[in-house]
T-cell receptor, first 112, second 114 residues
Framework: GESVGLHLPTLSVQEGDNSIINCAYS??????FIWYKQESGKGPQFIID?????DKRQGQRVTVLLNKTVKHLSLQIAATQPGDSAVYFC???????????FGQGTILTVHP | DTEVTQTPKHLVMGMTNKKSLKCEQH?????MYWYKQKAKKPPELMFV???????INESVPSRFSPECPNSSLLNLHLHALQPEDSALYLC?????????????FGSGTRLTVV
């Protein structure tokens, strides 16, 4: 059956607030990072990516920050909306290997 | 076409059954992947195909058998599964196996083994 007992980090915000979701990665060889959004019953949906030669990248309402020194990645969502409610995963891979590895994920809940 | 299409969306199978999951993409991507995702956990890599050849097998049990008939199709053949194999199976593709390209995921097949 399904595994139980693993509690994903959760973030609960009000509609209109800014949200920050954090991720720590472990592989120093990783040089390409992606944030995915996964809604219930669906596959991961690409949000934004960043390469290791950058420390910040902006998209529409989203910003990704990369701190290679401490191996930390964050996703900032501006003016969060109820439709942003989902599980958010960071993922890492490297130009020297072809394996995309996901972080544990964060559940974002946006209250109207 | 910018999608990865997986069929079926749901599958219930007995432990003695043989079934197959199918994945299709028409983006010209040359790398395709199978991931397994249990509830409340991140996707875990199972297999990587690059230019229709198996590149990575993450020590997956032999009851899961991947196949890549051509550059657009990826199958996962299932035989003698266990209830603990019940999960969401995700297919993904990317332009190349080696990174720096976005990965596109399908919506998955929800598999229940009874």
């Amino acid at each position: 059956g399904e595994s139980v007992g693993l509690h994903l980090p959760t973030l609960s915000v009000q509609e209109g607030d800014n949200s920050i979701i954090n991720c720590a990665y472990s592989n120093s060889a990783s040089d390409y990072f992606i944030w995915y959004k996964q809604e219930s019953g669906k596959g991961p949906q690409f949000i934004i990516d960043i390469r290791s030669n950058m420390d910040k990248r902006q998209g529409q309402r989203v910003t990704v920050l990369l701190n290679k020194t401490v191996k930390h990645l964050s996703l900032q969502i501006a003016a969060t909306q109820p439709g942003d409610s989902a599980v958010y995963f960071c993922a890492e891979t490297g130009t020297s290997y072809g394996k995309l590895t996901f972080g544990q994920g964060t559940i974002l809940t946006v209250h109207p | 076409d910018t999608e990865v299409t997986q069929t079926p969306k749901h599958l219930v199978m007995g432990m003695t059954n043989k079934k197959s999951l199918k994945c299709e993409q028409h983006m010209g991507h040359r790398a395709m992947y199978w991931y397994k995702q249990k509830a409340k956990k991140p996707p875990e890599l199972m297999f990587v195909y690059s230019y229709e050849k198996l590149s990575i097998n993450e020590s997956v049990p032999s009851r899961f058998s991947p196949e890549c008939p051509n550059s657009s199709l990826l199958n996962l053949h299932l035989h003698a599964l266990q209830p603990e194999d019940s999960a969401l199976y995700l297919c993904a593709s990317s332009q190349q196996e080696i990174a720096n390209y976005g990965y596109t995921f399908g919506s998955g097949t929800r598999l229940t083994v009874v």
